[in-house]
């Protein structure tokens, strides 16, 4: 059984930063597709940072530039980078991982940000 457990948010300013990491009870994300996703309150969960296999990262535009996903395999982590923090960034955030042909999720760790 594999678990992902999320870690690191809590309250941030606008303006400022918050490191979300994501540990797996496996070794799992190292050559898998890994992602962050959030879900706001009233909204549907939204894709915010992926990492493919080759190492290739993106990113939508709401988060573009502010956000940074990595993958740290020794430590088997997947962490995810938030500067320039926004009250709409306001969210759940969950990571993910594509593993043997299903993907699995963590609880979600939530993020608020205050103006």
């Known amino acids: 059984q594999v678990q992902l457990v999320e870690s690191g948010g809590g309250l941030g300013q606008a303006g400022g930063s918050l490191r979300l990491s994501c540990a797996a009870s496996?070794?799992?994300?190292?050559?898998?597709?890994v992602a962050w996703y959030r879900q706001a309150p009233g909204k549907q969960r939204e894709l915010v940072a992926s990492?493919?296999?080759?190492?290739?990262?993106n990113y939508p535009d709401s988060v573009k530039g502010r956000f940074t996903i990595s993958r740290d395999n020794a430590k088997n982590t997947v962490s995810l980078q938030m500067n320039k923090l926004k009250p709409e960034d306001t969210a759940v955030y969950y990571c993910?991982?594509?593993?043997?042909?299903?993907?699995?999720w963590g609880q979600g760790t939530q993020v608020t940000v205050s103006s």
């Open positions: 993910s991982a594509f593993y043997l042909g299903r993907n699995y």
């Open positions: 496996r070794s799992i994300f190292s050559g898998n597709f």
């Open positions: 990492l493919t296999t080759s190492g290739t990262t």
